[in-house]
């Protein structure tokens, strides 16, 4: 087992004692969203793929009802019985773990109590996900050790834990976000992005092949929370325009089953100016994913960076959710010889961008766009390149 496994559960002994030959190691990934951005909560096609950045959990089982909470990086020390999980909604770190305790218990699954320790590579605030990298990790290590305790033998359900996981959001952490995040983390393969339609879950792997290139994730550094900024506005305003859409077309269900020429037809319905904007750039991103996953098929690279720039553009114009510091990343990035694409990725408001960059620019991409950034901003960024890993599991 790596190294970093072996330090991992020195640390666990440390805080819990006891010795290693009963220490657990799972791990659930963040995630990069490619193109399909702010359209999971209105039925859209995404196009995200695990990175190899990760919530690692060390974890043993225990006797009786407890579950204990600590991270390598955090002072923070959580004791919660498995019979009043609610008492874990205020917390500052610790909510996400035991808010998917509640709703596993909430959909029927027998639990066990346990010490787990986490230690998570994926920036937090970065826009890569590491909420759901946290939710997946603790949920395959509950279910994991909850199913061997109960002597239950079925497979366990990925894209159940998945769901689990978005609930979890909503109801424990007052956040109204798609399924996305969760999904690619739960399901998440080796060198492939996954197609995913978020109204059915109907999901599509294919390999990303980008020959010659790699992924390289730019964090501007300023963080963002979901809860305190304009997310839950903007899946407002998208319901708004569904609402108005589906007086003319009333089968929709969601935004994104209207397709561009349905919403071209129709748009002058919706007089606000700012909810048009919303719907727009949903309907047009749909289609921009659908285009994304057929030129990755077909090896057409070239036309996949030209999406991304489209994507930007269109949730900059069109969906307001990027700001400075993002667009100041984005356009240093498009200045650089050897980058195909480039556009900001996850919810907004700071985070990541996500770049395709041939290898020999790599180190020039880092350089450049590293100090043109500083100087217009005043942040120092960071810079990952990330390979596209596997999802939720256990570590053997």
């Not at 395709?356 to 390149?385: A, C, D, L, W």
Request: aromatic share 8%.
């Amino acid at each position: 087992m790596d190294s970093k496994y072996t330090e991992l559960k020195k640390k666990f002994i440390e805080i819990y004692g006891g010795d290693e030959k009963d220490l657990r190691v799972f791990a659930a990934p963040g995630r990069v969203n490619l193109i399909g951005e702010h359209i999971d909560y209105c039925g859209g096609y995404v196009f995200p793929a695990a990175i190899t950045l990760d919530s690692t959990v060390i974890a043993r089982k225990r006797d009786d009802r407890m579950v204990r909470l600590a991270a390598t990086d955090l002072p923070d020390r959580v004791a919660c019985s498995l019979d009043s999980l609610e008492e874990g909604r205020g917390l500052r770190w610790g909510n996400y773990q035991l808010g998917v305790a509640n709703e596993l218990q909430k959909a029927g699954y027998k639990l066990v109590g346990v010490d787990m320790l986490f230690h998570d590579t994926v920036p937090l605030g970065s826009g890569l996900s590491s909420s759901a990298a946290i939710e997946m990790a603790a949920a395959i290590t509950f279910v994991t050790l909850g199913n061997e305790a109960n002597g239950i033998t079925n497979p366990i359900d990925l894209i159940d834990l998945a769901v689990i996981g978005q609930r979890t959001e909503h109801n424990f952490c007052g956040v109204n976000c798609g399924i996305m995040d969760q999904f690619a983390s739960a399901m998440g393969r080796k060198d492939h992005a996954i197609l995913l339609d978020c109204g059915s879950l109907n999901y599509k792997y294919t390999p990303f092949k980008i020959e010659g290139c790699k992924i390289v994730l730019a964090n501007t550094k300023k963080k963002r929370g979901l809860g305190e900024s304009k997310y839950n506005e903007r899946v407002r305003e998208t319901g708004e325009g569904l609402a108005i859409l589906k007086q003319y077309l009333p089968g929709k269900v969601h935004l994104c089953d209207v397709t561009v020429k349905e919403y071209e037809e129709y748009k002058d319905k919706i007089q606000d100016s700012v909810i048009r904007k919303r719907v727009e750039h949903v309907i047009y991103e749909n289609e921009r994913v659908l285009k994304s996953f057929e030129a990755l098929q077909n090896g057409n690279l070239e036309a996949f960076g030209e999406l991304l720039k489209q994507a930007h553009a269109s949730i900059r114009d069109l969906y307001e959710v990027t700001g400075f510091e993002l667009d100041a990343m984005v356009e240093e990035a498009l200045k650089i010889e050897g980058v195909i694409g480039a556009r900001m990725t996850g919810a907004g408001f700071g985070g990541c961008t996500v770049n395709i960059v041939r290898e020999e620019s790599i180190e020039k991409f880092i350089k450049e766009v590293g100090e043109n950034y500083t100087k217009k901003t005043g942040i120092v960024p960071e810079f990952y390149v990330s390979e596209i890993g596997d999802g939720a599991r256990e570590i053997k």
